[in-house]
């Protein structure tokens, strides 16, 4: 039976991991071979090598070498004689027929053989073998193994036309003796230079073998790392080494002290350079010079994993290789037999499933939809006292905020569009008016704060010129010292003479361009009919020359003439933004009924008004031409009949971010669980989860005794009918419990039920005090609204707050007014918070005086934005952790930990875990493994989405472990704490089932029992 075979390249780049698949056959044969590429997450890394800055060569095609290194082959044992340069210098030894016919001949003195090495089970390395030949016998003096997988900056790879001038300066030095000898004729060289004259140069010789030339440029400046290991073969040196020639003895040693000096870091770079044989060459070459090349077993990602934090993580490959895994246990159980593999699965699965939602989001910004535009009734901007303090002008009156409608007709492009909730960027092909800019000198504060940016920014653009002046006067010398041909050199000497002056001016006319809101009368006059952002990066490039700091100035009076030039300005203005498409429309996808499915909602602002002075907020800008005045009286209909307003339709971009952050979160509480090795209890119980080997089974303890409120509740009996449930609670291991229950089973009642018993008691494990914070957690917003309503019910005087994210929260906390409709779904307010705080207003009073002032005096208020912004982030802390009950999603639990350090939970519930792909459940626990908790959730109903999985184009490849939640996989394993016998919706079937089998006459035998072996159990399964 063919054995998987799963080989992973990973890459961490911003959580960017590229991936490939083999499959083969058992015996190492061809049968059955199969190969794909599967890319993760695309990469958009810079360029792919170090590429040198001369323009004499050529760079290797990229895209080829990474085609090469994802084949499936591992090139073992492949020798390429070469020649090796250190330093750019070629080491002494080569001989001029060697050099003549491009490292394919036996000349006597140095021969350099390379193998490169690399495959699914080997870490990648280039071999280098330094051989002497006298009298036709190669004798290896040196091996050199460099590991390619830990070079910081991946080789370059550049071919050149073998020329005179290369040839003359690099390979000056070959050997011309022949004491060394000529021990045998290689006959296929017979009558290779027959006709060419002896007296031609090195260059034209070369070229009968190959008219271009391969360099490899590995950098060798690896402080501190094992990069490159030296063997010198103890029989040459001890007994070989005397019976030569001195010139060979000479060559040998003057070698080995180069080689030596490499090892000692006197040396920082190798040139490899050989002959361009069609482009062969790639085979062997081309997954060295890939990050994505294949290193080593999959294993040696958690090894690399271990070492840091997710940001850390420095994935080469894995191998899955094939396991046999028993029968005797259901196949969620045995989904990981090894901590390394299921390291490997779940954070490739959190990466497939993040790529996927990228690609579709890339599709949905490159498409055009048609959809309508409609105000919404009440979001006019009508005139303010406040307006010209805010925004320099006067309220317009036209209307800031609108619902897009776009028909999805057969669901075609739906899969593009986000998820609800998701913020968007939406182009909308609408003629956009712009409000006059206000003619308004600039306070003090606001020149001083101008000045003071401008002049870092100035400063910045300054030294970017010098350095790239540097940088071409170096490559000037190094052309003449390889002797370029004249046209060449010229041209760099001219790039030396004005670069100083280009690459300032690029840098530093857009940083002066945000300031700049009018321009001189010469831009007006040098371009009459151009538009007014040209006339202002004119006048930006003038400034920056103005501006420019002269040799002999000091500081203080550059300073000086940056305050001037900026006094000077009326306002400030910004940069310019999207010119392409017009100003973006942004906003949220919003939630619909489901009769409406067949229409995509979206809420949005107007767009703001590009190039605005800094001193003002931007004014909403104005739709020309837009269909409706106002929002339909019988908006329904009006969506109905919409194929009878196509008059009205426009073609509209969508654009919008994925949020990796779960993602994200996924993979770290892996690396973190992985490291728990100083917690004991947390640590069984990890390896616990693994295949559930008894071995590791963690202790057990007794969460009634520890809670007393729990015994408390029992004794009252206000478990009522879930008091054997409550038992599992005194056995729990590693103080988790793990409960199943169907849809109305009253599992969620059972668990708000545990959290408002843990609170009415004490916590027996800190000194007999009131427990401190309960966290509650559900995979999605409305399963956390329908815990959080539960709970209030259940607790209507306990301090519980619903979460969201962290920085929306502290945003909300700053703000006076609430902009958001309350129809959508993306929360402005917390509740509690703001209640407390409007309650206490002596308690707070920093608070309250920016509450006022965002209202009285919006310009002081934004003055002291950052010293408010403080205070509020100390508050909210202060609200968090004095809470009762916190009630969130995973991610936002995640959240809060990085941002409040002080949260110290007593006990999580992780609630509808079913429907939670194993790192989602866990990721409450990153940063309290130990904590106790409760899993509990339906089995049997939907479990975990993959939506990559739908999408049946892309080969999702952990589909299934995604698919499946730790809660399935602990059920599978027998190791469920509790099953609550069957919801009430089942016992009603039972029972209607029994009345109509005794009610049936006994004609009908044989359909009852079809109905209780086949329909009746997959009904109620």
Known sequence: MGALKLSLAFRRETFRIPLQTYIHASDGSDAGHEEFQHPLLQLDTAALRDRDAGVAWVPVD????????????????????????????????YHISHARRLGESCAPGLRTDTIQRWGPNIEPSLTIHFRISVDGVLRTFAVCEIAMARLSRVPSAETRTVDDSFIASHFRDLITSTQLGFGRRDESYLNTFEDISPATSLAEYMRVISDKIVRININLNEAG?????????????????????????????????????????????????????????????????????????????????????????????????????????????????????????????????ANWLKQQADACGRDVF?????????????????????????????????????????????????????????????????NQSPDKSLIASQVESFATALASGLSEAH???????????????????????????????????????????????????????TFFRDAHYSMPDADIDAKRRLDARQAAELLRKSEHEDELDHRKRILGW??????????????????????????????????????VDAPLQPTWPQCFRQPPMQFVDLPLSTMPWKFGTYMDNLAQHQADARQIKIEYDINETMAEFECDTINILNNVAEDPTASNWWSFLLSFDPIFTPPAHDLVERFTGLGQFIAQGKFVKHNEAIEAFRHARASKVFIAGGSSSGRSRFAATVVHAIKSGQDMAVTARSPSVVLWTAPHHVDVDDGFKRLREMMPHKRILRMYSYHLELRAFLKATLDTPPQVPIPERTSSTIERLENNPTQYPIMNEAWGLEESDPVTYRGNKRAYLEDARRLLSTFITQADIIVATPTDVRLLYDHVPDLSPCFLVVNEAGKMTESMSLMPLSRHPHLPTLFIGDTRDAGPQAVAKKDSGYRALFAEQRETSLLQRVEAAGQLDFVFAGDATKRRWERGFEAWKNDTPRLFTREIKLMEDDILPDFMA
């Open 463 to 517: 030294s970017e010129a010098v350095k790239s002046f540097n940088v071409a006067q170096d490559r000037s010398q190094e052309m003449l010292h390889e002797r370029y041909d004249d046209i060449e050199i010229d041209a760099q000497e001219e790039l030396v003479d004005t670069i100083l002056d280009d690459k300032y001016l690029e840098v530093a006319t857009p940083k002066i361009l945000s300031y700049i809101a």
């Open 370 to 434: 048609n959809g309508w535009a409609l105000p919404i009734p009440g979001s006019e901007w009508d005139a303010q006292e406040t307006d010209e303090l805010v925004y320099g002008i006067k309220g317009t009156g036209a209307p800031t905020k609108f619902i897009v409608a776009i028909p999805l007709k057969d669901g075609y492009k739906r899969c593009l569009l986000p998820e609800a909730g998701t913020a968007v960027r939406l182009y909308i092909n609408l003629p956009q008016r712009f």
């Open 566 to 603: 900026m006094a000077s300005q009326i306002a400030a203005a910004r940069k310019p933004l999207n010119g392409k498409h017009g100003q973006p429309c942004t906003g949220i996808r919003v939630n619909i009924p489901s009769y409406r499915s067949g229409d995509a909602y979206f809420q």
């Open 62 to 93: 990229e895209q080829a070498i990474e085609a090469t290194a994802q084949t499936g082959r591992c090139h073992d044992r492949i020798v390429s004689s070469a020649f090796i340069f250190a330093d750019e210098e070629l080491l002494l030894g």
């Open 225 to 353: 790392s094992p990069i490159l290991t030296t063997y010198y073969p103890t029989k040459f040196w001890e007994q070989q080494l005397q019976c030569l020639h001195s010139d060979a003895r000479g060559i040998a040693d003057t070698v080995r002290n180069v080689l030596s000096g490499i090892q000692h870091g006197e040396y920082s770079s190798l040139w490899v350079v050989f002959p361009d044989d069609k482009q062969s060459w790639l085979s062997k070459w081309g997954p060295l010079l890939s990050r994505d090349s294949c290193r080593s077993p999959y294993h040696h990602i958690a090894r690399d994993e271990c070492q840091g934090n997710i940001d850390d993580l420095s994935y080469r490959d894995i191998n899955l290789v094939a396991v046999d895994r028993k029968n005797t246990l259901d196949r969620a159980v045995t989904f990981f037999l090894t901590k390394d593999e299921r390291t490997v699965t779940l954070i490739g699965g959190a990466a497939d499933e």
